[in-house]
């Protein structure tokens, strides 16, 4: 089979769905690899790189999809890109099933004219034989790395306790909405850093992760779990919602630090932190929004943008783990690879989709013309 690796086209996007070691084994699996010229460069990897690993280079987008039956992304693929995937061929990447709009409608048309078989790896089930084909843990994990990084950038405050022949640096305080990975991760990186730091989960499980890390867990005194399906948060009575509110508000009053990372799969993200709640905050702290890109977190956070607002800067990077490239394109087409050796290809090579196994199902967008997922067929 031919495995087509194409140069990312959305704005921003430095990651790459292979990198040379990853080439190396499926090449080794009896597979021929074409990589379309450029497509590493956001993260690190040249053009010879890639042809030392066994691949052949494509300077055109049409040479690198011409006969490919598989296709590896990071993003869904844009229209000029949909247009010469070859009919009938296998798409495996992040493919925003969630997406609304305009765009979203034509690219699953796209997707149907061409037969497709589509896999969205957002929607692989979180089971324990899943946890090696786990795109959005691995990337989550660099984005709170990540926000830490960026934050600790904005700040004018020191991180850690200082002492020094002037007197004592008090050290930072931060805090983490949402324990999840990217904020376990941001827990875990803000503490290596010397900050003071709590979080706060609405699911109950995450206290003792977030105290295993050395932070202190806020909670909302209540008998109502956040727990949903697959370890996700779900939404909270209003009642909740209210003593969540007042609770993070008296809390924001002493931070140097927040970030929030609070998502609902297939929803706009739950506003955590209110204009209200911003004037109240220190001059000069900061806030990273991790999910800016599904509204925010802050209604005042601006996707991609950097802006101060009542004496706060306010992060709202749509794409964090792009901002750590070359290790977000390690582990995604590790994880890529994972997926696709063991439920697309046989042994040597050649397509072998497992159909009945419920990655495939969980994972499975279209196919033969139309949209299959159970959860996005009224879409179709």
């Not at 089979?1 to 070691?21: S, W």
């Not at 990447?93 to 149907?112: C, M, V």
């Not at 630090?257 to 702290?285: C, F, N, Q, R, W």
């Not at 996707?303 to 800067?313: A, I, Q, S």
């Amino acid at each position: 089979m031919k495995i087509a690796v194409l140069k990312e086209r959305k704005p921003g996007e430095q990651r790459v769905a292979a990198t040379p070691d990853i080439v190396k084994k499926y090449i080794a699996s009896g597979n021929t690899v074409t990589v379309e010229s450029g497509a590493g460069l956001g993260s690190s990897i040249t053009d010879a790189q890639y042809e030392a690993a066994g691949a052949s280079l494509a300077p055109e987008l049409s040479e690198a999809t011409r006969d490919a039956g598989l296709i590896l992304k990071v993003n869904a693929p844009e229209k000029e890109e949909l247009m010469l995937i070859p009919s009938g061929a296998l798409l495996v990447g992040t493919l925003d099933p969630h997406g609304k709009g305009k765009s979203q409608e034509d690219t699953l048309a796209g997707y149907h004219l061409k037969k497709l078989s589509t896999f969205a790896l957002e929607l692989l089930p979180r089971i324990s034989r899943a946890q090696a084909m786990d795109v959005l843990s691995s990337q989550s994990n660099l984005a709170g790395y990540r926000a830490v990084i960026d934050a600790v950038s904005a700040s004018a405050k020191v991180v850690p306790m200082m002492m020094t022949a002037a007197g004592t640096v008090a050290p930072a305080k931060a805090l983490i909405l949402g324990a999840g990975v990217a904020g376990l991760q941001a827990i875990a990186t803000a503490r290596r850093l010397g900050a003071v730091v709590s979080a706060f989960d609405v699911r109950p499980v995450a206290k003792e992760q977030v105290e295993s890390l050395g932070a202190k867990f806020i909670e909302v005194p209540t008998a109502e779990s956040g727990e949903a399906s697959g370890g996700y948060a779900k939404e909270m009575s209003e009642e909740y919602k209210q003593k969540q509110s007042q609770l993070i508000a008296d809390t924001l009053k002493k931070q140097d630090i927040v970030i929030t990372t609070a998502l609902i799969p297939g929803k706009p993200a739950p506003v955590l932190i209110t204009e209200a709640m911003v004037k109240d905050m220190k001059p000069g702290s900061v806030i990273v929004d991790l999910a800016a890109a599904s509204g925010g977190n802050c209604p005042l956070t601006k996707p991609d943008k950097v802006t101060e607002v009542h004496g706060v800067t306010i992060i709202g990077f749509t794409n964090m783990p792009a901002r750590a490239a070359t290790d977000a394109s390690q582990l995604y087409a590790r994880n890529l690879y994972n997926f696709v050796t063991t439920l697309l290809l046989s042994k040597e090579g050649a397509a072998d989709v497992k159909w009945d196994d419920e990655l495939i199902k969980g994972t499975l967008l279209t196919c033969d013309g139309k949209t299959v997922h159970p959860a996005f067929t009224a879409a179709t």
